[in-house]
């Protein structure tokens, strides 16, 4: 599975969008990009994946470039309860390799 | 609809004792996943069910970690003996077969377990 790279942490203002970057430069071209994220204390959240195009759920939007090597997760009105480790993974397939993630938190 | 289940949510042993934590997933969901995540770090897979075989157990402990599934359903790990070093959460998460070979896992809020 193909490696991430994320900023190990993040500030955002409340009410502000939140843009989350995700480097995955080795990605082959069957395997999807996830977006998961565990705030104090609960297990994962799944949020939201892609393989080509951009997505958009009722949580966030998903932006892959078209080489696919990056994508950014972007919370369009971030809240305090957002306030979360988040984690970037790629992979096809049913087995999800958990990185370190980037901790956002969101500040009033 | 319910999430994924687990209890209990704590749990609190001696070393050398065992334990027991027990997962129900989505109702529907074939696939289940036990998890264990150390402080600060990410969850790592212990072991994978598709319905009620153990398709991917590479990363479990044989010596002292068993699981099981019976009738595909709710899902039990066990530790024999614990140890010190098993403090940690553990988590279980479900999810649907996939024809595109994406899934999405829903997690259980996890058991804390503290190693005295």
């Known amino acids: 599975d193909a490696k991430t790279t994320q900023p190990p942490s993040m500030d955002c203002a409340e009410g502000r969008a939140a843009n989350l970057p995700c480097n995955h430069s080795t990605i082959s071209g069957n395997e999807y990009v996830y977006w998961y994220r565990q705030i104090h204390s609960q297990g994962p959240q799944y949020i939201i994946h892609?393989?080509?195009n951009n997505e958009t759920n009722e949580m966030a939007s998903l932006i892959i470039t078209e080489d696919r090597k990056s994508s950014t997760l972007i919370l369009p009105h971030a809240t305090l309860r957002d306030t979360a480790v988040y984690y970037c993974i790629v992979n096809h397939g049913n087995k999800l390799v958990f990185g370190a993630g980037t901790i956002l938190r969101v500040k009033s | 609809e319910a999430g994924v289940v687990q209890s209990p949510r704590y749990k609190i042993i001696e070393k050398k004792q065992p334990v027991a934590f027990w997962c129900n997933p989505i109702s529907g969901h074939n696939t289940l996943y036990w998890y264990l995540q150390n402080l600060g770090q990410g969850p790592e897979l212990l072991i994978r069910y598709e319905n009620e075989e153990a398709v991917d157990d590479s990363q479990l402990p044989k010596d002292r970690f068993s699981a099981e599934r019976l009738k595909g359903v709710d899902s039990t790990l066990k530790i024999q003996p614990a140890e010190l070093g098993d403090s940690a959460v553990y988590l279980c998460?479900?999810?649907?077969?996939?024809?595109?070979?994406?899934?999405?896992?829903?997690f259980g809020p996890g058991t804390r377990l503290t190693v005295t």
């Open positions: 892609g393989l080509k």
């Open positions: 998460a479900s999810s649907l077969g996939s024809r595109d070979g994406s899934y999405e896992q829903y």
